[in-house]
């Protein structure tokens, strides 16, 4: 018995063992790919975490920059306002014809600390 190939035969099997080629490497890609995708994504989760982390300690310094800020302001205007009045108890006590308007002006400096 003898076996004829014919083009048709002889290119059907090599289709078909070339389809048996392509799913072996399609089904090692895919273990390959799963692999890495097992690997890849605890290190994306690290990369979100650590930006989120520098996300929320730049609105933490920003927050307390501007906490700071108006801290800085109130204690500013509260001592312009008591070197304000102690001017004006100075010029007072120097315009001033009573001679214990001093002491007065030293109280009242002393109540305002």
């Given at each position: 018995?003898?076996l004829?190939f014919?083009?048709?035969v002889?290119y059907?099997?090599?289709?078909?063992?070339?389809d048996?080629?392509?799913?072996?490497?399609?089904?090692?890609?895919?273990?390959r790919?799963?692999q890495?995708?097992?690997t890849c994504?605890?290190?994306?989760?690290?990369?979100?975490?650590?930006?989120m982390?520098?996300?929320?300690?730049?609105?933490?310094?920003?927050i307390l920059?501007?906490i700071?800020?108006?801290?800085?302001?109130?204690?500013?205007?509260?001592r312009?306002?008591?070197?304000?009045?102690?001017l004006?108890?100075?010029?007072?006590?120097l315009?001033?014809?009573?001679p214990?308007?001093?002491?007065?002006?030293?109280?009242?400096?002393?109540e305002r600390?």
């Open positions: 018995m003898k004829m014919t083009p048709r002889f059907e099997i090599k289709d078909s063992l070339q048996l080629e392509k799913a072996k490497k399609m089904a090692e890609l895919e273990v790919y799963e890495k995708k097992g994504y605890p290190l994306l989760e690290r990369d979100n975490k650590i930006q982390l520098w996300s929320n300690i730049l609105i933490a310094v920003l920059v501007g700071l800020s108006v801290a800085l302001y109130y204690l500013q205007h509260y312009d306002r008591r070197n304000r009045l102690i004006n108890l100075e010029i007072e006590q315009t001033s014809p009573e214990g308007a001093f002491r007065k002006i030293q109280e009242c400096v002393d600390k």
